[in-house]
């Protein structure tokens, strides 16, 4: 499974490096997506800063939703599903290495998008806030590659992917977007919240990423036969 694992995380890592979509077109939006919201919102920067957490999420799950999208429309295209079926790999680490892939790209987009807050929204760190912020953002982003992968080939093989995938994703994320943005808001400070205040969220946020992982590492195998 680890082997199948680290092939297709491999395989989306580099056709992504070659393209280079996230880097003309995904981060580009996520970062137009803040701008549009500091300038809404600039007259009361109070309601900015406190509404940070929230609209950084926000951004992150539409580049998600673009990022999954394209993991799998590329696959339709190209017919590397039917030779994925056909290689013999374990379809549960097809489904570790496709979430692995996104996982990484998310990675990338928060640490510029997070950058991006701070300048924009003048959002300060505070030093006890870092370790729950780095936890949270990790946990979250499990939890988010996880999902849009399990979703994505659910609805992969659908000529109304386009518009079906994000309406099955966006419902189930919600429960995980909520706890991030509650978790950010005790790290940052925002809405007068305590750090301590933050980690019942992260165990919340492990429960989800968790759940999906299982489902993704039970069903996906099915999920790839039905398309």
């Known amino acids: 499974m680890l082997r199948a694992a680290a092939l297709i995380a491999g395989k989306d890592l580099r056709i992504e490096a070659r393209s280079r979509v996230a880097t003309n077109q995904v981060i580009p939006l996520a970062f137009c997506i803040l701008l549009v919201f500091a300038f809404a919102l600039d007259p009361d ?16 799950l539409l580049s998600t939703v673009l990022g999954a999208q394209r993991s799998f429309s590329v696959e339709t295209a190209d017919g590397t599903r039917d030779a994925l079926r056909l290689s013999g790999l374990d379809p549960g680490g097809i489904f570790l290495g496709k979430s692995g892939a996104l996982a990484v790209q998310l990675l990338v987009l928060e640490v ?10 003048t959002t300060d760190l505070r030093p006890e806030g870092v370790a729950l912020l780095v936890v949270a953002g990790l946990v979250t982003t499990v939890g988010l590659a996880t999902t849009s992968t399990l979703f994505g080939a659910l609805s992969a093989g659908l000529r109304v992917r386009e518009t079906l995938f994000p309406l099955l994703l966006i419902p189930a994320v919600t429960p995980i977007l909520i706890g991030a943005t509650r978790a950010y808001e005790a790290a940052l400070g925002t809405g007068g919240a305590d750090t ?4 019942p969220w992260v165990g919340l946020l492990g429960v989800f990423a968790l759940a999906y992982s299982a489902f993704g590492l039970v069903g996906f195998g099915a999920l790839m036969e039905e398309q």
């Open 45 to 60: 920067r109070g309601t900015l800063t406190a509404a940070a957490p929230g609209l950084f999420w926000v951004a992150v």
């Open 112 to 121: 510029l998008l997070g950058v991006g807050v701070v300048v924009l929204y």
């Open 196 to 199: 301590s205040e933050g980690w």
